[in-house]
């Protein structure tokens, strides 16, 4: 029986949050420590965690763009997109306060400087990716962890072991994007901490994260039709 829309928009909502707090949180708070594998797969491991505890419910996107990929599949309504969007931000946002409280009540010196996991470009990119360039990346790098979630649900074979795909897919995402812009793939993700860093004074994150929607939501539109021409071919071939 299929979950009420209250129930799949809760779930998104809480999934977002856990993605963020968690993802974002490393960054910010163990960067240093973790390094960039360390935060990578504390991205990924939220999704596997997440997939396990609403993926029956809404199927897990906690992602914008993931939803976006999926409507374009014709696997998600329209009102459903714009519902599980809604949801999303949200999460992140209500996330991305949760962390800056968390910062704000411990000895790291506030979040202007330790950050909130935000995505960047030009200075605040470690290795001063340029605009165009975090747009490319961004686009590449979602339409690859799309097509992971598109391939691994739409088969009975994979369809069980689609969270662990999904969120090992996001973790090697990560490994090579931290450096480039933090890696967003999630506009949900960009969006909170950016406004939580506006709101401390530092509009550097909010006036970039055009990037991080804009791009995220063309990978995954590119992902789509990839796996809808792989679907026709495959069609055609038999």
Request: with cysteine; charged share 10%; proline share 3%.
């Amino acid at each position: 029986m299929e979950a009420s829309p209250i129930k799949k928009y809760g779930a998104e909502c809480l999934g977002t949050f856990v993605l963020t707090l968690f993802g974002c949180g490393s960054a910010a708070v163990a960067g240093a420590t973790l390094g960039t594998l360390g935060i990578a797969f504390a991205f990924g491991l939220s999704i596997i965690a997440m997939a396990f505890v609403i993926g029956n419910i809404s199927g897990c996107h906690i992602n914008p763009a993931v939803s976006f990929g999926l409507f374009l599949d014709k696997r998600l309504s329209g009102k459903d997109l714009i519902g599980y969007w809604i949801a999303q931000f949200i999460g992140g946002i209500v996330a991305a306060a949760v962390l800056l409280l968390i910062i704000n009540l411990s000895n790291l010196g506030g979040a202007l400087a330790t950050g909130l996991g935000c995505n960047g470009y030009d200075a605040a990119s470690s290795v001063g990716l340029s605009m165009v360039g975090a747009l490319i990346v961004e686009i590449i790098l979602t339409c690859i962890f799309v097509l992971s979630v598109l391939g691994s649900t739409a088969d009975e074979k994979t369809a069980p072991f689609a969270g662990i795909i999904i969120g090992l897919t996001l973790a090697f995402v990560h490994i090579m994007g931290i450096p480039l812009t933090g890696t967003s793939v999630n506009p949900a993700r960009s969006f909170g901490p950016a406004l939580m860093m506006a709101l401390q004074g530092d509009m550097t994150a909010l006036s970039q994260v055009w990037v991080f929607i804009v791009a995220p939501l063309v990978g995954a539109a590119c992902a789509a039709g990839i796996w809808i021409a792989f679907k026709k071919k495959n069609a055609s071939d038999n």
